[in-house]
Each structure stands twice: as C-alpha cells, then as structure tokens.
C-alpha cells in the first residue's frame, strides 16, 4: 500500500499507477559521461548518435524546470549518489563491484581501488559515471595497460544514467532495483542499489529485485493501476525476469495480475515504454502499427498456501489482445487507445521520436516532446494537457519523458 501523506512531511515513497499525481521523481542531469560518445563507440554504448551535450544539459534543466513548476520534487541521482557516498561501507562497495571485471588485472586493479579510496564522495561519483581510459590513468602501469589500446576504458563510462526509469521502478511502496540486460548498462544498477540501500532518504525501502537477479527493465514495466502491473518481454526484459518481478509482487501483495506483453525483439521498440504510456485512469498512448498484433498474457495466483514467493503457484491465461486483456485486469469496460502520429508513416516517425513515451503528471496530464506534432495534437483532442518539452539532443539516446524519470512517488488514485 502507498502509506498516508504525514503531514508537513516528505511526500510518501511509492507509486501504485502512472498517472496518480507525481511528487517526487528521480532524474539524471546528463553530464561527462555523454562527453565519452565517439562515433566508434556510441553503437556499443547504446546511442544513435553524438549528442551535443551542453544542448542536451539545457534541454534537461527545461525538463526538469516544467516538473518543477509543477509542484514536482526533482532529485538528482548523481547528488543521491554523492550523499550514498558519505558512507564508508558504501564506497568501498561501489568500489569493489566496479572493479570486479576481468580486463583489469592485480596490477591495477589494486592501483586503482587505492586511487578510488583516496576520492572525495564528489570524484567518486565522477569516475564511476563518466568512466577511466587506459589513458588516463597515472598509475597501476604494467601488462595491461601496456596492452590494452590506450583509448579503451578501464571502467565504461555510463551515458545511459539518464534514463533513470530504467534503473529503477517503484511498485507501491517497494523498489524493484532492476537488472540491466545490456552490457554497457550493468553497472547502472549496482549504484542504484546502493542509493537505496545505503541514502538516508531510502532508509528502510524493501526491495522487490536487485542487479544480480534476471533481467527487468524498468521501461518495460507499466503500473496500468493499482494492482495490475504490465511488462514487456523482449530485448531488455526476459521470461525469466518477468516470473521473478510477478512472484515477488504476488508476495508481497503488490498486485494482483501480471500481464506479460511479448514486444517485438527491435531498437525501436525495445521496451513496453516505447510502444504505449498511460496518461489517464483509462486512456493509453499507443504506437497503431503494432496495436493490433500487441497481446498480453494475464498471470495471476492459483494457490498461494505455500510459503514463499517461489512456492506460489502461478496461473497464465493464454494470450489475449493487450487492450482486452488489461481492461479486464483493470476492471474497467474499455482501455481507450489514443494512436501515436495520424498515418502509418507518421506514426513510425513519432514512435521513434518517442512520442508514445510520454510521463503522466496527474490524470490527464503529460509531459512529451515537443517535436511530436501530431501525436501531441491527438492527445489534446482527446483531453490531455500536454506538457512540452524540447528534446532534439536529448532524443538521440533513444528515449523520452517517461524514460528519463524515475517516479519516485506518486499521489495515490482516488478510490471512486
Ligand atoms: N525506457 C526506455 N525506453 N528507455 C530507453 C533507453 C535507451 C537507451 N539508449 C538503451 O538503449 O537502453
């Protein structure tokens, strides 16, 4: 349950849908880390393109300005980072989990935990999120980094930070730290763990996944409402992963249906996020050309006598149109559509573009990229206020509104 708002307090942590009123979200101010993107390494490190990153930081410092005026509490994870840093046995955590790798090497890896053990909490968070290069190192010399091309990075950077949503999703009032499928995202979650293991604000949050566990993605995981939690399964999410997040949810009575939703194995739709967002108690923004063949497989509790998550046994219905499938869930007569774009091939345009991946601020109320004319002019026919917001440097990371914020908390829906 989302506990009760204490008065002249901090707003509650949790979130039981993707539309209650947003207080409190997790975002990353893009930084060094972008700086790390050449055309020979940005494929790898998961970008379309070389963001122009002073651009890019003010178009972030706009979106996080709009949530702002809002009434949005905006934290910044590297600050939560920096804070989690405070703690001795935090450091030395991050520290060991990130030179855990085996290009390293005694030599320096020894050297470099020294290096990193010397670092203000500051530096630390520097080095950890925009990465080392063979060199740049001024110490540890020998095999390896005689070896290793000198432009190699002895620990990646991670421009992927600021899709914070993927990091991590809140389920009412527990975490699912997620567990990254792409190689050049692994280390994200291990540092998000951290914040919330280890943050004073985070103190005492139960967990729901961790880094180690089967790959989820947060952009793959949509509140629908309170009690029905959709998840893509794809790229990014696997079966296994999706077994893993419903038993736990059953658990800890999170919810009451899982729907798992195949997405097909692309760049452009690589999590559920990109194909449809909420933005009211009961209209979704959907990419049209895979609505129709988009189904969903409702997972529910046949028996829950046994003891733990893994003892439960689970129900999965055979697959059904997604529309169909998560208006049943949500008990309500209809899921309404509303379609990116206005044709075929406008739609494809603005699905890339992220016009579906858009974050609700309350019922009736998102933020999306300005650039998706069309999508955003159908979203005010059908009664959403759209919040705009520029994003052309932004975009070339493949993600939107939704992707780049973790709601952190959210008001919970009124119970009408
Ligand atoms: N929830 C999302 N759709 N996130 C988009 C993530 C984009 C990122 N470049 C990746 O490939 O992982």
């Not at 399964?233 to 798992?260: M, N």
């Not at 998706?372 to 002019?377: F, G, P, S």
């Amino acid at each position: 349950m989302v506990t009760p708002e204490v008065p002249g307090g901090e707003a509650p942590l949790g979130a039981d849908s993707e539309v209650g009123r947003l207080r409190t979200v997790m975002l990353h101010r893009p930084g060094p880390e972008l700086k790390r993107l050449t055309p020979r390494n940005n494929d790898r490190l998961l970008f379309d393109g070389i963001p122009w990153v002073s651009r890019a930081q003010d178009e972030h410092d706009g979106f996080a300005e709009a949530l702002r005026s809002r009434g949005v509490e905006v934290l910044y994870l590297t600050e939560l980072l920096t804070e989690t840093f405070a703690s001795d046995l935090a450091r030395h955590h991050a520290i060991t989990t990130t030179l855990n790798g085996l290009h390293l090497g005694d030599t320096l890896r020894d050297y470099l935990a020294r290096f990193l053990g010397e670092c203000s909490p500051a530096d630390l968070t520097g080095y950890l999120t925009a990465g080392i290069r063979n060199d740049e190192v001024r110490g540890g010399q020998g095999i390896v980094t005689a070896l290793l091309p000198s432009d190699d990075f002895l620990i990646d950077p991670l421009p992927n930070l600021l899709f914070t949503r993927d990091s991590s999703v809140w389920v009412r009032d527990r975490v699912a730290v997620t567990s990254l499928a792409m190689p050049a995202r692994r280390r994200e979650t291990q540092l998000t763990e951290l914040i919330y293991t280890e943050h004073p604000r985070f103190a005492g949050t139960r967990r729901i996944h961790g880094w180690h566990h089967e790959h989820v993605e947060g952009g793959d995981v949509l509140l629908l409402a309170p009690g029905v939690i959709a998840v893509g399964v794809g790229e990014r999410t696997t079966p296994a992963g999706v077994e893993r997040l419903a038993r736990q949810a059953f658990h800890a009575d999170l919810a009451h249906t899982v729907l798992a939703v195949p997405i097909a194995q692309e760049r452009a739709t690589m999590h559920l996020d990109t194909v449809c967002t909420m933005v009211d108690v009961d209209k979704i923004v959907m990419y049209p050309n895979v609505a129709d063949s988009l189904r969903a497989h409702a997972v529910t509790v046949a028996d829950r006598s046994g003891e733990g998550a893994h003892e439960l046994v689970l129900d999965v219905a055979p697959a059904e149109p997604f529309l169909v499938a998560a208006a049943k869930a949500m008990e309500i007569d209809t899921l309404h559509q509303i379609d990116t774009g206005l044709d075929p091939v406008t739609a494809e345009r603005e699905q890339w573009d992220d016009g579906n991946n858009t974050l609700a601020l309350a019922p009736r109320v998102a933020v999306a990229y300005e650039r998706n004319v069309e999508t955003n002019d159908r979203l005010e026919d059908a009664g959403i206020e759209v919040v705009r917001i520029a994003g052309s440097e932004l975009g070339s990371g493949r993600g939107g509104p939704r992707c780049m914020s973790c709601p952190v908390s959210r008001e919970p829906l009124p119970v009408d």
